[in-house]
């Protein structure tokens, strides 16, 4: 079993739809991330999280640290939105934090 | 915009030979971590270098080495390539106590 777990791994919605991603991990983590990848391979990191709730524009994600589950929420989603959309936990080193990575999710957003 | 750069942008060798992969990262981040992204799949890690010394590895064998020097500049080198070596190569970039990676656009290596 992967230590991140995400899903749906494929999702294809209408512009305008509300969008939810999801994001499970089973290991202790300093932080949570929330990432984009387009073609061609760049990261985006859209949000860190080690609690709560935050947004950014239509962006919006929560973390539930208790039961170990994350979601990524896009409103009013916009084909420009369509990309990979990649869950990963912090887990500390000696000196820094190593990421692991859930699968992603690829997004694709009709007009 | 990252900061972060990292070159080539692609790359094909031939199944045996060796590879060195680079990356520029932003100013005062003392830590880089590499990560192999394979085709359909998640980012793995390789390994992490703080201040010129590895700070953590990975599930890769020591064919997978790196160095990180000074001027915020790192290599990733890979010997003896095989077929299953092909990914997109990326390079994250951070303080030593911020939990924020930058990524850089990654370096697609093509083994044949």
């Known amino acids: 079993k992967n230590e991140v777990e995400q899903s749906p791994q494929n999702l294809t919605a209408q512009e305008g739809e509300f969008i939810t991603i999801n994001c499970s991990y089973s290991v202790g983590i300093s932080a949570l991330h929330w990432l984009q990848q387009h073609p061609g391979g760049g990261i985006v990191s859209l949000f860190m999280?080690?609690?709560g709730k935050k947004k950014h524009g239509r962006l919006i994600a929560t973390i539930n640290i208790q039961e170990k589950h994350s979601s990524l929420h896009i409103t009013a989603s916009h084909p420009r939105d369509s990309a990979v959309y990649i869950c990963?936990?912090?887990?500390?080193?000696?000196?820094?934090?190593?990421?692991?990575f859930g699968a992603g999710t690829i997004l694709r957003v009709k007009s | 915009e990252t900061g972060v750069t990292q070159s080539p942008t692609h790359l094909i060798k031939t199944r045996g030979q060796q590879v060195t992969l680079r990356c520029s990262s932003q100013?005062?981040?003392?830590?880089v971590s590499w990560y192999q992204q394979a085709l359909g799949q998640g980012p793995q890690f390789i390994f992490q270098?703080?201040?010129?010394?590895?700070?953590g590895r990975g599930n890769f064998p020591p064919r997978f080495s790196g160095l990180q020097f000074p001027n915020y500049s790192s290599e990733l080198n890979v010997n003896a390539l095989e077929l299953d070596d092909s990914a997109l190569y990326l390079c994250?970039?951070?303080?030593?106590?911020?939990?924020?990676?930058?990524f850089g656009p990654g370096t697609r290596l093509t083994v044949t």
């Open positions: 100013s005062g981040h003392n830590t």
């Open positions: 999280l080690s609690s």
């Open positions: 270098y703080y201040r010129e010394e590895e700070n």
């Open positions: 990963a936990v912090s887990l500390r080193l000696e000196y820094g934090n190593k990421l692991v």
């Open positions: 994250a970039s951070s303080t030593d106590r911020l939990d924020e990676q930058y």
